[in-house]
């Protein structure tokens, strides 16, 4: 008896993104797989009785997308938080915060989170003060859109006995003090962070799993079938096995172990022994994610000449060579890809250079090291990627960030940096291979929304090197490219036999508009493993 399809796509375009196939009309699924390819008419001998058979009224078909650079549980649970991405000016957030606060009880803490720097781009200071003035009796904590700066009021400093300060433990990480010794209520980096957010009330894993199975929701109707995660560790693989388990995780995830400095190099080894055990088609854990520093909004970027503000500062590294390289190179002689958080030219210099001594101790093999963000790059290491065969994960809406005046991006990284400022197109120039995502919830996770921009983004000024990237090479940066970037080019990226049956359909086709309107793109039908996970109504 012939093979007959589960389900068989007729009528369609389908942009399969295999050179040996580039083009096809119809498609057959056989379970979670793809089995065929080929033109409407030959699509007969496919269709058996228990065949569903999916008419895609001649419309745009494409590989299921994936985002290379993403936060699935902080992105979940800032849904169960005060939003602030959209806040236009202090005054708003302000409101914002007064009227949340009538919603709570008298003691409870207000979390929200998104506020941008381009709130105080008038000169004003992150200040607690400016909370205070509308929520002066209960703790407020409320994280920037990065999520590498806090802003707390007093009442929340207070209880964590920090109105004077206190130490991080980290020449990292920074309790912001003003002339008189007290604390303004700006908190930059994890370590500061860390001493009131441990004051928050606990989430429970039943409010996790809710929210993740909303997030998963929102996230199937963008086309998003697979992500690479930038954080992880066991009690994130308990809460997506049990997703697994009730047949309710949507999303393909690449988990890896998010290190920092301190840490003993046995728990990359325990990570190692549990990605043996987790190579499903669902959850793979075969990596770990080091940050070499922070964000220019803040100054904990590492830079190679100092800041564009006068005050001489370089930024810190969040780890010393030495033991960045000794951590790496323990996840590389184990099998594990690392991914680095490297946003500043120094940082991102220092990131290849232990790279490189990791070769050199480990010998060279297919590792598909990363270098995460790189939104600013010294000449002289562009064409260190593809020599050290390392990829950069850009994601093109954070150059939104660089291109708004009233952002502080631009004021602090300064023009004498900008010809090198989210320098996609000489990447590419340099051979180095790309991925692309949307750090979400620091971005909009809507991949249209980063193709858009990738395809449309000014230079950084007048007269600078224009660093758009085609249309192939956006599409390419969420299927191909980014399946490569996560090893899984074998059977993720595009349609052909014997790869996973991950597509969407779409209202409007990305080849045939205009380049402004890729933003407007909208899912009709999304499908993971062959099964319809989200339908436009």
């Keep these: ?62 590989p299921g997308l994936i985002d290379s650079h993403f936060h699935l549980l902080s992105g979940a649970l800032s849904l169960g938080q005060l939003a602030l991405e959209d806040a236009t000016d202090l005054a708003e957030v302000q409101t914002r915060l007064r009227t949340a606060a009538t919603t709570l009880p008298q003691d409870a803490w207000l979390i929200g989170r998104g506020w941008k720097y381009r709130l105080f781009a008038g000169g004003e200071t992150i200040h607690r003060h400016l909370l205070d003035a509308v929520v002066p009796d209960r703790p407020v904590f409320l994280t920037a859109f990065d999520g590498h700066t806090a802003w707390v009021n007093t009442r929340a400093l207070q209880m964590a006995g920090m109105l004077h300060g206190a130490e991080t433990g980290s020449a990292f990480s920074t309790v912001v003090l003003d002339d008189a010794g007290f604390a303004t209520g700006e908190l930059r980096e994890s370590e500061a962070m860390t001493l009131v957010s441990r004051l928050l009330p606990p989430v429970t894993d039943a409010t996790r799993l809710t929210l993740l199975r909303q997030a998963l929701r929102q996230l199937a109707a963008l086309g998003l079938t697979s992500v690479h995660n930038m954080d992880g560790d066991e009690h994130q693989v308990k809460l997506l096995q049990h997703l697994i388990a009730n047949d309710e995780l949507s999303l393909r995830i690449l988990l890896p172990l998010s290190l920092s400095p301190g840490d003993d190099p046995d728990c990359i080894k325990q990570w190692a022994a549990t990605t043996g055990q987790l190579h499903g088609p669902y959850l793979r854990t075969g990596a770990v994610k080091l940050f070499m520093d922070g964000v220019v909004e803040s100054k904990t970027a590492l830079l190679l000449t100092p800041y564009a503000d006068g005050s001489g500062d370089l930024g810190v590294a969040n780890y010393g060579f030495e033991e ?211 339908a436009a109504s």
């Design 324 to 534: 960045f390289v000794h951590l790496a190179s323990t996840a590389d002689a184990l099998g594990l890809q690392v991914f680095v958080h490297a946003i500043g030219d120094a940082a991102v210099r220092q990131t290849l250079d232990g790279f490189a001594a990791i070769q050199q101790a480990n010998g060279q093999r297919d590792t598909r090291h990363r270098i995460e963000h790189v939104e600013l790059l010294d000449p002289a290491d562009a064409p260190r990627f593809a020599e050290l065969g390392v990829i950069a994960a850009i994601q093109p809406i954070h150059a939104n960030f660089g291109l708004d005046p009233q952002n502080t991006w631009r004021r602090m990284s300064g023009p004498a940096r900008w010809p090198w400022g989210f320098a996609w197109r000489r990447l590419r120039a340099a051979n180095a291979r790309l991925a692309l995502g949307s750090d979400w919830p620091v971005a909009d996770a809507n991949p249209f929304k980063g193709i858009h921009v990738a395809l449309n983004r000014q230079p950084l000024d007048h007269g600078l090197p224009d660093q758009r990237l085609t249309l192939e090479e956006a599409l390419a940066g969420y299927t191909t490219w980014a399946a490569y970037a996560g090893h899984r080019d074998d059977d993720q990226g595009q349609l052909a036999p014997g790869y996973l049956a991950d597509f969407i359909v779409l209202d409007r086709d990305p080849y045939s508009l205009p380049a402004e309107e890729l933003a407007t793109i909208k899912v009709i039908l999304t499908i993971v493993g062959g099964k319809i996970i989200f």
């Design 1 to 62: 008896m012939s093979l007959t399809a589960t389900l068989l796509v007729r009528n369609a375009r389908i942009a399969t993104l295999d050179p040996a196939l580039p083009h096809a009309e119809a498609m057959a699924v056989v379970g979670d797989r793809i089995a065929w390819l080929g033109s409407d008419a030959d699509a007969d001998t496919w269709h058996g009785p228990a065949t569903i058979v999916l008419d895609a009224e001649g419309r745009r078909i494409l």
